[in-house]
């Protein structure tokens, strides 16, 4: 199972910016997807996730400005990120609960897309 992120790049503040992420392999099914951040100089943290009945859960500090959804496919994850603030700029993360063909489940992540929110 692969996870290939993409869709970063460099905004000015205010701008929007909408990251995609592709979970392709043996995959049976996926529970959850999330994005997570690594700001420069820190540690990662987790941003936004949603679960296989499109429920969704925010970080506080992006709440009202980014949205995560799923392709029809389920395999797909999505952050339109709007009004975005220079402490946005980050490595994102995505990252997938997949359970593949043999029954296994386990977590995976993306290999991260930069964005830079910059004047």
């Known amino acids: 199972v692969q996870l290939q992120a993409s869709g970063g790049g460099s905004v000015q503040p205010g701008g929007s910016l909408r990251l995609s992420c592709v979970a392709s392999?043996?995959?049976?099914?996926?529970?959850?997807m999330g994005w997570y951040r690594q700001p420069p100089g820190k540690e990662r943290e987790w941003v936004a996730s949603?679960?296989?009945?499109?429920?969704?859960n925010y970080a506080d500090s992006v709440k009202g400005r980014f949205a995560i959804s799923r392709g029809d496919a389920k395999t797909t994850v999505y952050l339109q990120m709007n009004s975005l603030k220079p402490e946005d700029t980050a490595v994102y993360y995505c990252?997938?609960?997949?359970?593949?063909?043999?029954?296994?489940?386990?977590?995976?992540w993306g290999q991260g897309t930069q964005v830079t929110v910059s004047s």
């Open positions: 990252n997938a609960d997949v359970s593949d063909t043999t029954g296994r489940r386990q977590n995976y």
């Open positions: 392999g043996s995959i049976y099914s996926i529970k959850h």
């Open positions: 949603i679960s296989s009945d499109d429920s969704t």
